[in-house]
T-cell receptor
Framework: RKEVEQDPGPFNVPEGATVAFNCTYSNSASQSFFWYRQDCRKEPKLLMS???SGNEDGRFTAQLNKASQYVSLLIRDSQPSDSATYLC?????????FGQGTELSVKP | DAGITQSPRHKVTETGTPVTLRCHQTENHRYMYWYRQDPGHGLRLIHYSYGVKDTDKGEVSDGYSVSRSKTEDFLLTLESATSSQTSVYFC?????????????FGEGSWLTVV
């Protein structure tokens, strides 16, 4: 089993849809979690950090469930500009371990 | 902007040749990392550094070495490049461990080994 696993993609949704990605992790000692956005042939860019139960930034909400060892990302009112790959990362011993990413395509 | 510069950005090299990728940062961050990203594998940590001359291996370190003689530079060397090392390489920095190790990436170096 991989240390960090994400929903397989791609997710193809219409503009305005709400979409949710899940990320499960195996290390129960992890305390910090991150969502990154990566555009094609670009570097990953930090979208959101999650240290406790959750975090919200505009249309983006991240939730953490430590008991079930998963972190989710919810995007409301999705826009074509949200089309990208979303990477989940988990802090393990001071290093970030990444999932494979989930590709999102939002059609106008 | 985390002030990270990677060089070269693109390189094609032949199997068996040595290759060095450079990561330069301008903001005196202590922690630096090298990742590679491949389809089906995502981002995987190669080596990391907690300070000058303080480096350690990540999960895919075989075939790679690193050096950090100055705070601002973290070099990744492929001693004898192989086709399996064709990848995009990202350097990253983190501000400090107290932030939960939030890391910021450079723009990447695309390496093709033929």
């Amino acid at each position: 089993r991989k240390e960090v696993e994400q929903d397989p993609g791609p997710f193809n949704v219409p503009e305005g849809a709400t979409v949710a990605f899940n990320c499960t992790y195996s290390n129960s000692a992890s305390q910090s979690f991150f969502w990154y956005r990566q555009d094609c042939r670009k570097e990953p860019k930090l979208l959101m950090s999650v240290y406790s139960s959750g975090n919200e930034d505009g249309r983006f909400t991240a939730q953490l469930n430590k008991a079930s060892q998963y972190v989710s990302l919810l995007i409301r009112d999705s826009q074509p500009s949200d089309s990208a790959t979303y990477l989940c990362a988990v802090n393990k011993g001071g290093k970030l371990i990444f999932g494979q990413g989930t590709e999102l395509s939002v059609k106008p | 902007d985390a002030g990270i510069t990677q060089s070269p950005r693109h390189k094609v090299t032949e199997t068996g040749t040595p290759v060095t990728l450079r990561c330069h940062q301008t903001e005196n961050h202590r922690y630096m990392y090298w990742y590679r990203q491949d389809p089906g594998h995502g981002l995987r940590l190669i080596h990391y550094s907690y300070g000058v001359k303080d480096t350690d291996k990540g999960e895919v370190s075989d075939g790679y070495s690193v050096s950090r003689s100055k705070t601002e530079d973290f070099l990744l060397t492929l001693e004898s490049a192989t086709s399996s090392q064709t990848s995009v390489y990202f350097c990253a920095i983190s501000l400090d461990r107290q932030t939960g190790n939030t890391i910021y990436f450079g723009e990447g170096s695309w390496l093709t080994v033929v």
